[in-house]
């Protein structure tokens, strides 16, 4: 359906176009929308420090940009023994995604760790949760 080495590839190239003028810690990410089609995105920081978003938030916009809104894989790649995503990204990748949702956690050249969503946010609070639909 998709293959692991092009969503690799995504995700270290728009790594190479990360903004982190602050934290000088560039991260990379990319999911597979259901339709197989990857979606990349690279932390963008702020001199108002908290306004910065994550890779994977970017990743996230550019899916449902383009109209998807579940995602089968994500992977994220950073300069670092293994970058996983933060609290707040494993929320937004757990609107989109399922438990048995791969997250990838690479270095710069190769997958390090897999985990399931699951495994990242356990007891989360999801899209299926009885209140989270309430003011739809
Ligand atoms: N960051 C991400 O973009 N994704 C992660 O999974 C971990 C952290 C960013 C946020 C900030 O720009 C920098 O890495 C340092 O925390």
Known sequence: MF???????????????AYAPYSRFKVGAAVVGAS?????GCNVENAAY?????????????????????ILAALVTADAPCVTPCGGC???????????TPVHCAD????????????LLP????????????GR
Do not use: W
Request: some cysteine; glycine content about 8%; aromatic content about 6%.
């Open 3 to 17: 293959d692991i080495d092009t969503l690799f590839s995504a995700a270290r190239a728009a790594r190479a176009n």
């Open 90 to 100: 494993r929320q937004k990748l757990a609107e989109f995604g399922g438990p048995a």
């Open 50 to 70: 908290p306004q910065g978003t994550c890779a994977e938030a970017g990743a996230l916009c550019a899916m449902a940009a383009a109209g998807e809104t579940r």
């Open 123 to 134: 007891h989360a609070f999801a899209p299926d949760h009885p209140r989270a639909d309430a």
């Open 36 to 40: 197989g089609r990857i979606y990349a």
């Open 108 to 119: 710069l050249e190769k997958i390090v760790a897999t985990f399931s969503l699951q495994d």
